[in-house]
């Protein structure tokens, strides 16, 4: 096969590419402008950005070394923790940097996405669709605004580029082009493990291809296709049918099995880094069914109505049953039968369909990591097959004049792509620091134990101490066990930066009463009491902080920052102590308080 010449990149051809990726680049700037000014959060942005010492370091070999060797915050991407390193060197401990670097992988992905799929179906109309919901929808807006999320933007980058090369590779068939589609898979995986789907995906974009390119007469699908466009025009009109895939699954099969190894090994690896870093969090496998049932309508719901978001969504057991299945059930099922009663006409919807139940199993619940029950971010890569749906329909205008085709998709995309950017508005102002997001979080889901934790740590990052302990008592009257010691712990961490010394003594008692068993009350206790000139009681309790292994992947960022003081602390309380015996030789080792407050350090 001869492949045809290349065309000059600002040819006529690519001209109307280029404005509309700018478009798109415009229509994502408009309402993710304002992360800039946004802060760090306290959930995982810690062990991602600014508490993580490797991260700290910046660009040096022993970071490297890191980032390809451990299984921190439950997943082995090294590509990953390199795009967090890089932006460590160029933003420092600014959350601005992080993010807008974030804006700018979502941009790069939303341009892929168009070009992959103007690549693969010939058509504008049917890629700017599907991109424009893709770099719009409020529910990606967890993936852009969130400094945590970039292993999801590196993974879609790669994805669409795998796609684009793909297609080169169906085309001219060259080892070159299958390599290359091989090491953007592979860079994939290494950004995040969600690409072990991308084989099976690859299949539904060779399909796709061969409805849009039907290579022959033939007798199975009989698709028509629109006379009146060129190779790059609109969807629909009238084409030849496109040759039995059964007798062209060798061809759509075989060239993605190598891949298919490769996803196996990443998933191996994934469900080892898990186990290994979040122990035996785990829920039956009837509870999991139910949830993924159940989730996949919430998805969908999602998917048509992105309002009610939040960055966690609990995993409530006693919800979670047969009757509040049936309704998802009949859904899927209903849309599953119709997919396919329409696939002779409308093959687009099944691989669409396809597409979005496919994508979504390693993100299903059927292994449960965390105590999520589903998650905004999962929709990232499944909403496409979903979106496909806005084009199909606007196929069955060829009927109409050419006028009025180009008013109806005119309207529909101005009136579809402005909404989102409004909800997506408000949606990213949630995201401006830990207090606004987690706010919000309780306000969506209701009371939860990452929701109430991290909204007090918040308060406490932010020094809004009064609000802190106002919170804390409130939550910490109705709070189940497994969060009520962490909650007085935090509120005693405030007590003692507001100075009240004795209250915060009294809080970190009550909290290891509590069940906290972490290093914070037992940091309180010791600053406290050195504070209070009590000496003994403080060097008891700084040998018990001393003892507690403080893990790179810690979340809680109250132990962590005083865990960093620790050192600081021991100097102080060897200088004070040995003041105190010289002074007074035969006496109790005391001391009067500093007068001066030790979150100086």
Same mark, same amino acid.
């Given at each position: 096969?001869?492949?045809?010449?290349?065309?000059?990149?600002?040819?006529?051809?690519?001209?109307?590419?280029?404005?509309?990726?700018?478009?798109?680049?415009?229509?994502?700037?408009?309402?993710?402008?304002?992360?800039?000014?946004?802060?760090?959060?306290?959930?995982?942005?810690?062990?991602?950005?600014?508490?993580?010492?490797?991260?700290?370091?910046?660009?040096?070999?022993?970071?490297?070394?890191? $980032?390809?060797?451990?299984?921190?915050?439950? !997943?082995?991407?090294?590509?990953?923790?390199?795009?967090?390193?890089?932006?460590?060197?160029?933003?420092?401990?600014?959350?601005?940097?992080?993010?807008?670097?974030?804006?700018?992988?979502?941009?790069?992905?939303?341009?892929?996405?168009?070009? *992959?799929?103007?690549?693969?179906?010939?058509?504008?109309?049917?890629?700017?669709?599907?991109?424009?919901?893709?770099?719009?929808?409020?529910?990606?807006?967890?993936?852009?605004?969130? $400094?945590?999320?970039?292993?999801?933007?590196?993974?879609?980058?790669?994805?669409?580029?795998?796609?684009?090369?793909?297609?080169?590779?169906?085309? @001219?068939?060259?080892?070159?082009?299958?390599?290359?589609?091989?090491?953007?898979?592979?860079?994939?995986?290494?950004?995040?493990?969600?690409?072990? @789907?991308?084989?099976?995906?690859?299949?539904?974009?060779?399909?796709?291809?061969?409805?849009?390119?039907?290579?022959?007469?033939?007798?199975?699908?009989?698709?028509?296709?629109?006379?009146?466009?060129?190779?790059?025009?609109?969807?629909?009109?009238?084409?030849?049918?496109?040759?039995?895939?059964?007798?062209?699954?060798?061809?759509?099969?075989?060239?993605?099995?190598?891949?298919?190894?490769?996803?196996?090994?990443?998933?191996?690896?994934?469900?080892?880094?898990?186990?290994?870093?979040?122990? !035996?969090?785990?829920?039956?496998?009837?509870?999991?069914?139910?949830?993924?049932?159940?989730?996949?309508?919430?998805?969908?719901?999602?998917?048509? !109505?992105?309002?009610?978001?939040?960055?966690?969504?609990?995993?409530?057991?006693?919800?979670?049953?047969?009757?509040?299945?049936?309704?998802?059930?009949?859904?899927?099922?209903?849309?599953?039968?119709?997919?396919?009663?329409?696939?002779?006409?409308?093959?687009?919807?099944?691989?669409?369909?396809?597409?979005?139940?496919?994508?979504?199993?390693?993100?299903?619940?059927?292994?449960?990591?965390?105590?999520?029950?589903?998650?905004?971010?999962?929709?990232?890569?499944?909403?496409?097959?979903?979106?496909?749906?806005?084009?199909?329909?606007?196929?069955?205008?060829?009927?109409?004049?050419?006028?009025?085709?180009?008013?109806?998709?005119?309207?529909?995309?101005?009136?579809?792509?402005?909404?989102?950017?409004?909800?997506?508005?408000?949606?990213?102002?949630?995201?401006?620091?830990?207090?606004?997001?987690?706010? !919000?979080?309780?306000?969506? $889901?209701?009371?939860?134990?990452?929701?109430?934790?991290?909204?007090?740590?918040?308060?406490?990052?932010? $020094?809004?101490?009064?609000?802190?302990?106002?919170?804390?008592?409130?939550?910490?009257?109705?709070?189940?066990?497994?969060?009520?010691?962490?909650?007085?712990?935090?509120?005693?961490? *405030?007590?003692?930066?507001?100075?009240?010394?004795?209250?915060?003594?009294?809080?970190?008692?009550?909290?290891?009463?509590?069940?906290?068993?972490?290093?914070?009350?037992?940091?309180?206790?010791?600053?406290?009491?050195?504070?209070?000139?009590?000496?003994?009681?403080?060097?008891?309790?700084? *040998?018990?902080?001393?003892?507690?292994?403080?893990?790179?992947?810690?979340?809680?960022?109250?132990?962590?920052?005083?865990?960093?003081?620790?050192?600081?602390?021991?100097?102080?309380?060897?200088?004070?102590?040995?003041?105190?015996?010289?002074?007074?030789?035969?006496?109790?080792?005391?001391?009067?308080?500093?007068?001066?407050?030790?979150?100086?350090?």
């Amino acid at each position: 096969m001869t492949p045809a010449p290349r065309k000059p990149l600002f040819s006529s051809d690519y001209q109307l590419d280029i404005l509309i990726c700018l478009g798109l680049v415009l229509a994502i700037f408009i309402p993710y402008r304002q992360v800039a000014t946004h802060r760090f959060v306290e959930f995982d942005d810690g062990i991602y950005a600014f508490q993580n010492t490797y991260i700290i370091r910046g660009l040096c070999w022993d970071s490297l070394c890191w $980032a390809f060797t451990n299984t921190d915050a439950a !997943n082995w991407h090294p590509l990953t923790w390199i795009s967090h390193l890089i932006d460590r060197e160029l933003f420092g401990p600014h959350a601005g940097g992080y993010l807008l670097a974030n804006v700018a992988w979502h941009t790069l992905a939303s341009c892929l996405c168009y070009l *992959a799929f103007v690549k693969t179906t010939g058509s504008r109309v049917f890629a700017f669709f599907v991109a424009m919901v893709f770099a719009l929808h409020p529910a990606n807006v967890e993936n852009v605004a969130w $400094a945590s999320e970039r292993k999801s933007l590196l993974n879609a980058v790669f994805w669409f580029a795998a796609i684009i090369t793909y297609i080169d590779f169906i085309k @001219t068939r060259t080892f070159r082009a299958y390599g290359v589609t091989t090491i953007a898979y592979l860079l994939s995986l290494l950004a995040k493990p969600m690409s072990v @789907t991308l084989p099976c995906t690859l299949v539904l974009i060779h399909i796709l291809y061969l409805v849009y390119h039907p290579v022959g007469p033939s007798t199975v699908l009989p698709l028509p296709l629109n006379p009146d466009t060129d190779q790059h025009g609109g969807v629909g009109s009238d084409r030849p049918a496109l040759q039995s895939l059964g007798q062209r699954w060798k061809t759509l099969v075989v060239p993605v099995i190598p891949f298919i190894a490769l996803s196996i090994y990443f998933c191996a690896v994934t469900m080892s880094a898990q186990a290994l870093a979040l122990g !035996n969090v785990s829920h039956t496998l009837s509870l999991r069914l139910l949830n993924m049932a159940i989730s996949y309508g919430r998805y969908l719901k999602m998917f048509v !109505n992105p309002t009610g978001l939040a960055i966690f969504y609990p995993f409530h057991d006693d919800t979670l049953n047969l009757r509040a299945a049936i309704l998802p059930i009949v859904i899927l099922t209903t849309i599953s039968v119709a997919a396919l009663l329409l696939v002779r006409r409308k093959p687009q919807l099944l691989i669409g369909w396809c597409w979005y139940l496919g994508t979504m199993v390693p993100v299903i619940g059927l292994v449960q990591v965390g105590s999520q029950s589903y998650a905004d971010r999962y929709l990232y890569i499944p909403m496409l097959g979903l979106a496909f749906v806005y084009p199909v329909l606007f196929e069955e205008l060829r009927s109409s004049t050419r006028l009025v085709r180009q008013l109806i998709t005119g309207t529909t995309l101005g009136v579809l792509g402005v909404s989102m950017v409004l909800v997506t508005q408000i949606q990213i102002s949630y995201w401006q620091d830990g207090v606004a997001l987690f706010r !919000n979080c309780l306000a969506v $889901a209701g009371d939860c134990a990452p929701g109430v934790i991290n909204l007090a740590v918040a308060y406490h990052r932010a $020094a809004r101490y009064d609000e802190l302990m106002a919170f804390a008592d409130s939550e910490a009257a109705v709070a189940p066990p497994e969060y009520k010691g962490r909650l007085i712990a935090i509120k005693a961490s *405030a007590l003692f930066y507001d100075q009240e010394y004795e209250a915060s003594i009294v809080a970190a008692k009550q909290a290891i009463d509590s069940g906290d068993v972490e290093i914070t009350p037992c940091w309180v206790l010791a600053v406290s009491n050195f504070q209070l000139g009590n000496l003994d009681e403080a060097a008891r309790w700084y *040998a018990k902080s001393k003892s507690f292994e403080m893990p790179v992947h810690k979340v809680s960022l109250v132990d962590v920052e005083h865990d960093a003081t620790l050192t600081v602390f021991e100097k102080m309380l060897q200088e004070q102590m040995a003041t105190a015996r010289n002074q007074h030789p035969a006496m109790s080792v005391r001391s009067p308080a500093l007068g001066r407050r030790i979150e100086a350090w």
